[in-house]
C-alpha cells in the first residue's frame, strides 16, 4: 500500500512524511524491536529512532522482519534517524549515518536530523564528562554540519535533511548561511499543551519547515 496523501505532510524538498510517527525509544531493547514490529502491523509507518537511543539494531531488525513476511516494503516504511551531538565535525557527519544505516540494514534514510544544536566533545563515549562530571562541549560551526548533511543527500543515504531541538535563531543561521543548498525540511521539538511552541511554529510556517513534535501527550523529568 502506498502512503495515503491525507495521512502526510507534503516536505519543502517534495517527499511526504506520515503524519504520525512511532517513537522507539524504550527502557529495554527487545522492547524497541517488539514494539516496533507491533506498530508496523497496526498501520504505523512512520518509524523514529537515533543513534544515541542505542536502538537501531532491534529497530532495524523489526523493520527487515515485517518486510520480509509481506507486512510492508520498504518504500512504505518512513525511517527519522539523528546525528549524535559528538558527530558535529563535518568529517564525522557520514561516519554516523553509515553507522545508523549498517545497524538498521538499510541502504538509506528517509529523514537525518541534527538531533541537537549543542555539540559535544568528538568521540566514542557519547555523553563526555570531565573529572567532575560536566558534559564537556564542542564548538563546531551548525553551518559547517550542515553542509556536511547536505553532501550525505547529496551522495543519495538520505532522502529528507532537517533539524531537531532548535530554536529560530539557531534555524536563522542555517537558512541565512552563505551557498545553502537546501533548508531543513523540518525541526523536531517538545511540543505539548504546556509547551506549545506556537512562536516557533509561526516562524516555521513561514519558512516552509514542518514543526514536528515529540513528548505531544507531556513529559516527566526525573529529580536528581
Given at each position: 500500500m502506498e502512503l495515503d496523501r491525507d495521512s502526510c505532510v507534503l516536505l519543502n524538498d517534495s517527499y511526504k512524511m506520515p503524519v504520525i510517527g512511532f517513537g522507539t525509544y524504550a527502557?529495554?531493547?527487545?522492547?524497541?524491536?517488539?514494539?516496533?514490529?507491533?506498530?508496523?502491523?497496526?498501520?504505523?509507518?512512520h518509524i523514529d529512532c537515533a543513534y544515541i537511543y542505542d536502538r537501531e539494531v532491534e529497530v532495524g531488525r523489526a523493520i527487515q522482519e515485517k518486510i520480509t513476511d509481506g507486512t510492508v516494503k520498504r518504500e512504505e516504511i518512513f525511517y527519522t534517524g539523528k546525528l549524535p551531538s559528538t558527530f558535529h565535525p563535518p568529517e564525522r557527519v557520514r561516519l554516523a549515518l553509515e553507522k545508523s544505516l549498517k545497524d538498521l540494514q538499510l541502504d538509506y534514510m528517509d529523514l537525518f536530523l541534527i538531533h541537537s544544536p549543542l555539540g559535544f566533545k568528538p568521540g566514542d563515549n557519547l555523553f563526555p564528562v570531565d573529572e567532575n562530571g560536566k558534559l564537556i562541549y564542542a564548538n563546531t560551526d551548525l553551518r559547517d554540519t550542515w553542509k556536511a548533511m547536505e553532501k550525505c543527500k547529496d551522495a543519495g543515504l538520505v532522502r529528507s535533511i532537517g533539524v531537531s531541538n532548535f530554536n529560530r535563531r539557531q534555524l536563522e543561521l542555517i537558512l541565512n548561511m552563505p551557498g545553502l543548498k537546501y533548508k531543513p525540511v523540518c525541526n523536531q521539538v517538545e511540543c505539548h499543551i504546556y509547551l506549545n511552541q506556537s512562536k516557533l511554529l509561526e516562524f516555521c510556517k513561514s519558512k516552509d519547515i514542518v514543526l514536528v513534535g515529540y513528548s505531544v501527550l507531556g513529559s516527566s523529568r526525573g529529580e536528581e
Open positions: 527502557p529495554e531493547k527487545n522492547l524497541a524491536k517488539e514494539g516496533t514490529k507491533v506498530a508496523i502491523e497496526v498501520g504505523y509507518r
